[in-house]
């Protein structure tokens, strides 16, 4: 069975180009999101869990089934678990013909990859950012504050709602420092 996925997006809002794209490979059936949002995907949910041996979802392009490498991985792991097949149109992918072992491969290194750029930049970024004398992480509060929080805290006068709106100190800062 060929189902054909398709959502909303920026250029085709209402799916009508995407419609066109999947009448041509003669689907059985053709599923649309309502909405473009990657959070709630409910058909998706839907197809993936029934899907049967043998079953091919066909998309328009990549970025309608996933929003992220690691998510598409996730959904080819899903298809390959189950012995189902994915065919991407404008990618020209389609694992039933093709080796879906080599396009799995593929992604996770892919997937690999876009991890190590952002752990490099991330740590590029840093080290830039300390030899610029800049600290990273969370500001630390002015002592001060923190010591005239602490009274404020063993006087047992006020709240800590009040003892955040004097000092600016948050309730699990607070804790944290009268731990030490």
């Known amino acids: ?21 999947l009448k041509k490979l003669n689907c059985d059936e053709i599923i649309s999101e309502e909405h473009s949002s990657a959070k709630k995907r ?13 079953d091919t979802i ?11 490498t690691r998510h598409l991985m996730e959904i080819l792991e899903n298809l390959d678990s189950k012995g189902a097949f994915l065919q991407s149109l404008e ?17 996770k290194h892919l997937l690999s990859f876009q991890s190590d750029v952002i752990s490099e930049n991330t740590k590029k970024g840093i080290y830039e950012a300390k030899q610029k004398g800049i600290t990273s992480g969370r500001p630390k509060k002015p002592d001060e504050n923190v010591k005239r929080a602490i009274i404020m805290y063993e006087s047992k006068k006020y709240t800590l709602e009040e003892i955040k709106q004097e000092t600016g100190i948050s309730k699990s800062t607070l804790y944290r420092y009268l731990e030490n």
């Open 58 to 68: 066909a998309i328009p392009k990549l970025f309608t089934l996933a929003d992220s």
């Open 1 to 21: 069975m060929i189902i054909g996925y398709m959502r909303p997006n920026h250029d085709d809002p209402k799916c009508e180009h995407q419609l066109v794209q």
């Open 91 to 107: 990618e020209n992918i389609n694992t039933c013909t093709q080796s879906k072992y080599f396009f799995i491969e593929i992604v």
């Open 42 to 54: 409910h058909q998706l949910e839907v197809i993936l869990t029934n899907l049967k041996q043998g």
